[in-house]
């Protein structure tokens, strides 16, 4: 399915990441999206709200971010496309219905700008420090996928991919952007609608008194139709079986749960996509997503000027992470180095994959900032010249932490 | 003194033809969820009777409604009516109406929750869907207390009441609901107890048809929870509370609606009047939009 001439605003633009990703709701068809403001993801529910009733769609400022990401699964069973945008406090603010979103396969696309945190942190200014809240956020067993863009024209490509995916899957997609990609302004290349493919909505067509809203398809997902089709559905967030109607045992639980979990899982190989550079000969792998793989691809380049066999694999999705292809170099490589604005969360998803075969190396940064391409080149010479196996992951002290500490945190030393 | 029937005697009673009577309200019940999970004595039934009565008074395309509850005993009715139901997070249910209807207008929506679900965790969303005057019914039984929990203290619990977690009274003043209604922007305002069945379907079929944001608080007896800490005999005490207590005053102003416990409980119809719906105001909007008389600012 292609997507309709009336909501792609095809041609070269100069805008944000916030902007182009409201362009990217458009195009992919979105009809409704219902927000909060919040800093730094403004930008882009704003964008949306102006061009939105050229595409026959709308914007609604609900009155918080309970009610925004609530709104959206309510539109979503209405039969739209839909979307919230938010950033930290509201990121949490949303997490119950995540959970909720997931329980009843509902297709949606939640765009977090990601700040410094916790707490209202620095609204301002960059973080990646909610990756672990993405997967682990809300109560409950379920999966969903996160994507991390690195650029205003990711941020656009990949909030159409973003919807595909929702669709294809059912399950809420998270682009878990940040601060720094949301307010960088750079080209954007609006392609014409009938070279973006969109992914229709699972629709049952077959009889209506045949219909069974949870009974799988082949790939897991099961098909949807919307409210007021006569199908006189049942939705509750509540374990439920195929037909909707709540249940209280651990076999629909180990039943239904499971399958929430593995229509992701065993589907992983379709749904991620990584970038890789330089891997054959590397003897050093830089793990990186969004903004931090920007700054690694300056550190790798100085890395190699040193001479130092280094590879890149930048994640573009990171949930569901690539458990096998880590494991898989883990047997080649030396050392895997995760620059991350966060204290460590996607790092230890590394070393997990790892199995002790490779040494893991942390480069921290706190929000508010990013880090400096040298200190991810000194990480790589650090990876590279570590002969020993360090059975934990090693932290590498940045340029940053040394300056304010004064050779080091105490509590560290 | 009656003597007691025989077994012989009953079974010459029983009509044999309703056997293969249907239900009278099978089609707007889902009977293969039945029976229902609520307590002997409770009022819920009743308003699920009354709105079921109204659905067929006011002759909605049942197709063409939906309806959504949040969470406890009332958040359990949607899985009971045979409409395309959503039984949605704590308090979230006006915010998941709004979205399906915003998104899909031509739906009738109905939000059917209870007192702690609309009016404590979902407050906000209740105040700013009359506000926005959203084209919904949203239907308030009103028990007193969180009933699905064990009976704790709820925002409508009357002041000096017991509940579990005030067990020495409450000493919070409760919300008047059709009051916050009245004020937030509700364009039709009414409350009836379950024991005034035939007003409480009159109301729902009035506010059914009415555009915009519709409340109808209904109140209910809880005969477990409340009744029981508070010493209020069984559902049928309860119902002859409502009858010796209960006021009709229709029109009355809404803030003289407060409830003190077990004192008078003044129910009718109170607000009726007209408002662009949102849908209403957002259509103009838009068709000025596209008419390039409304630019961007």
């Given at each position: 399915?292609?997507?309709?001439?009336?909501?792609?605003?095809?041609?070269?633009?100069?805008?944000?990441?916030?902007?182009?990703?409201?362009?990217?709701?458009?195009?992919?068809?979105?009809?409704?999206?219902?927000?909060?403001?919040?800093?730094?993801?403004?930008?882009?529910?704003?964008a949306f709200a102006r061009i939105a009733p050229k595409g026959g769609a709308m914007f609604i400022q609900m009155e918080d971010e309970l009610a925004s990401i609530s709104a959206i699964v309510g539109a979503a069973w209405a039969g739209a496309k839909t979307m919230t945008i938010t950033s930290g406090p509201g990121y949490s603010l949303m997490m119950e219905t995540i959970g909720y979103g997931a329980m009843l396969e509902t297709p949606f696309v939640l765009l977090n700008i990601q700040r410094g945190g916790p707490s209202t942190g620095v609204p301002t200014k960059t973080g990646q420090a909610d990756m672990m809240q993405a997967r682990?956020?809300?109560?409950?067993?379920?999966?969903?996928?996160?994507?991390?863009?690195?650029?205003?024209?990711?941020?656009?490509?990949?909030?159409?991919?973003?919807?595909?995916?929702?669709?294809?899957?059912?399950?809420?997609?998270?682009?878990?952007?940040?601060?720094?990609?949301?307010?960088?302004?750079?080209?954007?290349?609006?392609?014409?609608?009938?070279?973006?493919?969109?992914?229709?909505?699972?629709?049952?067509?077959?009889?209506?008194?045949?219909?069974?809203?949870?009974?799988?398809?082949?790939?897991?997902?099961?098909?949807?139709?919307?409210?007021?089709?006569?199908?006189?559905?049942?939705?509750?967030?509540?374990?439920?079986?195929?037909?909707?109607?709540?249940?209280?045992?651990?076999?629909?639980?180990?039943?239904?749960?499971?399958?929430?979990?593995?229509?992701?899982?065993?589907?992983?190989?379709?749904?991620?996509?990584?970038?890789?550079?330089?891997?054959?000969?590397?003897?050093?792998?830089?793990?990186?997503?969004?903004?931090?793989?920007?700054?690694?691809?300056?550190?790798?380049?100085?890395?190699?000027?040193?001479?130092?066999?280094?590879?890149?694999?930048?994640?573009?999705?990171?949930?569901?992470?690539?458990?096998?292809?880590?494991t898989e170099l883990a047997k080649k490589v030396k050392a895997f180095v995760v620059p991350e604005i966060n204290y460590g969360q996607v790092?230890?998803?590394?070393?997990?994959?790892?199995?002790?075969?490779?040494?893991?190396?942390l480069v921290p940064h706190g929000g508010a900032g990013v880090h400096m391409p040298d200190d991810i080149c000194d990480a790589i010479l650090l990876g590279a010249k570590e002969e020993r196996k360090i059975e934990k992951v090693i932290e590498f002290k940045t340029q940053l932490e040394k300056l304010v500490f004064k050779g080091g945190s105490k509590l560290k030393e | 003194m009656q003597t007691p029937k025989t077994n012989q005697q009953k079974k010459i009673q029983v009509d044999s033809s309703s056997m293969d009577r249907i239900h009278p309200m099978e089609n707007v019940l889902r009977m293969d969820r039945i029976p229902h999970i609520w307590c002997p004595g409770c009022g819920i039934g009743l308003?699920?009777?009354?709105?079921?009565?109204?659905?067929?008074?006011?002759?909605?395309?049942?197709?063409?409604?939906?309806?959504?509850?949040?969470?406890?005993?009332?958040?359990?009715?949607?899985?009971?009516?045979?409409?395309?139901?959503?039984?949605?997070?704590?308090g979230r249910a006006i915010a998941f109406a709004t979205g399906i209807k915003v998104a899909n207008p031509d739906m009738k929506v109905v939000v059917f929750s209870g007192d702690g679900d609309l009016i404590a965790i979902g407050g906000n969303h209740f105040i700013h869907a009359a506000r926005r005057n959203i084209d919904m019914l949203v239907v308030c039984v009103n028990n007193f207390i969180y009933a699905m929990t064990g009976g704790q203290v709820a925002p409508t619990t009357p002041l000096t009441a017991y509940a579990t977690t005030c067990p020495f009274g409450c000493v919070e003043p409760p919300f008047n609901i059709p009051y916050l209604a009245d004020s937030s922007g509700a364009v039709y305002v009414a409350r009836w107890t379950t024991l005034h069945v035939r007003r409480l379907t009159n109301a729902f079929v009035e506010a059914l048809n009415k555009k915009g944001f519709s409340v109808v608080e209904a109140i209910s007896p809880?005969?477990?929870?409340?009744?029981?800490?508070?010493?209020?005999?069984?559902?049928?005490?309860?119902?002859?509370?409502?009858?010796?207590?209960?006021?009709?005053?229709?029109?009355?102003?809404t803030k003289n609606l407060d409830i003190d416990f077990q004192g008078k409980i003044i129910v009718g119809k109170f607000i009726d009047r007209e408002r662009p719906s949102y849908t209403d105001r957002y259509n103009e909007w838009l068709s000025k939009v596209k008419g390039g008389e409304n630019e961007p600012g």
């Open positions: 399915m292609k997507a309709d001439q009336r909501d792609v605003l095809t041609g070269v633009y100069y805008i944000d990441g916030d902007v182009a990703s409201g362009y990217g709701a458009l195009a992919a068809g979105c009809k409704f999206i219902a927000g909060y403001p919040i800093t730094p993801s403004t930008e882009a529910a704003e682990w956020g809300s109560h409950g067993d379920y999966e969903l996928i996160a994507i991390a863009p690195d650029s205003p024209q990711e941020l656009f490509d990949h909030t159409i991919k973003a919807f595909n995916l929702a669709e294809k899957y059912r399950c809420p997609v998270m682009i878990m952007a940040d601060e720094c990609v949301g307010h960088m302004t750079e080209k954007v290349v609006i392609p014409r609608a009938e070279e973006i493919e969109l992914e229709p909505r699972r629709w049952y067509t077959g009889p209506p008194d045949e219909y069974i809203p949870f009974k799988p398809d082949e790939d897991l997902v099961p098909k949807m139709v919307k409210a007021g089709s006569g199908h006189k559905l049942f939705i509750s967030g509540r374990l439920h079986d195929e037909r909707g109607y709540p249940v209280d045992n651990e076999h629909f639980e180990l039943k239904y749960v499971r399958r929430l979990i593995d229509k992701i899982m065993c589907n992983k190989d379709k749904i991620i996509e990584l970038k890789e550079e330089q891997l054959d000969d590397a003897d050093v792998v830089v793990v990186s997503y969004g903004i931090s793989s920007r700054v690694a691809v300056r550190g790798i380049e100085m890395a190699r000027e040193k001479g130092i066999k280094v590879g890149n694999l930048r994640l573009i999705t990171v949930w569901p992470f690539p458990d096998e292809r880590i790092v230890f998803d590394v070393a997990r994959c790892c199995h002790g075969n490779a040494n893991v190396v | 308003a699920v009777t009354a709105f079921a009565a109204a659905l067929e008074k006011a002759e909605i395309d049942l197709s063409k409604i939906v309806i959504v509850s949040g969470i406890g005993c009332t958040g359990r009715v949607a899985g009971y009516v045979k409409l395309d139901s959503f039984h949605t997070t704590h809880c005969a477990q929870y409340y009744s029981r800490i508070n010493r209020l005999g069984d559902g049928l005490d309860m119902m002859r509370y409502y009858h010796d207590n209960a006021e009709i005053r229709n029109g009355e102003d």
